[in-house]
């Protein structure tokens, strides 16, 4: 026989406070957890074995079988299911339009020695990426395109924001990420034998004819600043996307998917 669900109207709830905490910075890093919006972002990581704490469904929706079907699976998966008013949710989220289910997540932080060195393929390797939105399309695109992985150099921003996880449109369960200083990480692709190509606005091959071999990385500058010379001087190659008119550079995740599609096509997209 079904539970009951437990039903939330109050915005001074406990509940409804702590899940409005993960919205900044600070309350994801006190609870080690992050928002998920919406019943196909919820279902993928729940598919992909992440584990939910807490899932939040609207009020008017929770007959729907598909939504019945979701609170049922995270209740199986020791998730805290609970109904609450639209307005709540909406409380939550900090948006005028909630979606029908939000979840929060524990968050996962992988070293990069977790990631695989020695296997072939393409990685993404990001210097100081500060926008979101960038982090999370970057990740989708990663996915789309089979990368093994994004590396996250220095000073990022929080994979685990809502705009990224929202951004990712589910890849942030699936993609492998982990953070690293600039060393560490060139550390671990020299003992992978991984060729290190640079995406520059100073690139000296067009990027269409830089060989990324079987092992790849390919590393993306910072929105404002691009690559430190240092690092350029540490890559194999300096590759440039093709660019006319005024602007002095493509955005940050069109360029990373310039380049990673162009490092796919080179494999035969396999
Ligand atoms: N003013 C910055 C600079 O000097 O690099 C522009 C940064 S751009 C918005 C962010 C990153 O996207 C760059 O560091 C580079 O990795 C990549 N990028 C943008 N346009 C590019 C192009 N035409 N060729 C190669 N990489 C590019």
Known sequence: MNQPIEIITSPTNALIKSLKSLERKKGRSESGLFLAEGARLVEQGLEQGWKAETLVIASTMAERPHLAALARRATAAGARVVQAPERLMSKITHKDNAQ????????????????????????????????????????????????????LLETCCDPYSFE???????????????????????????????????????????????????????????????????????????ALIPMRGGADSLNLAQATAIMTYEAWRQRNFQ
């Not at 390919?218 to 430190?228: F, K, V």
């Open 100 to 151: 029908s289910v939000i979840a929060s997540f524990q968050q996962a932080h992988r070293p990069l020695t977790a990631l695989d060195a020695k296997s072939d393929g393409i990685w993404i390797a990001l210097y100081e990426v500060r926008d979101p939105g960038n982090l999370g399309t970057i990740l989708r695109t990663a996915d789309c395109a089979g990368a093994q992985g994004v590396i």
């Open 164 to 238: 990224t996880v929202r951004a990712s449109m589910g890849s942030i369960f699936d993609m492998p990420f982990a953070n690293a200083t600039f060393e560490q990480f060139n550390a671990w692709r020299q003992a992978g034998q991984m060729s290190l190509t640079a995406a520059s606005v100073n690139g000296t091959v067009r990027h269409d004819a830089a060989p990324f071999g079987q092992r790849a990385v390919i590393i993306m500058g910072n929105e404002q600043a691009g690559l430190p010379d240092p690092i350029e001087a540490e890559c194999d190659t300096l």
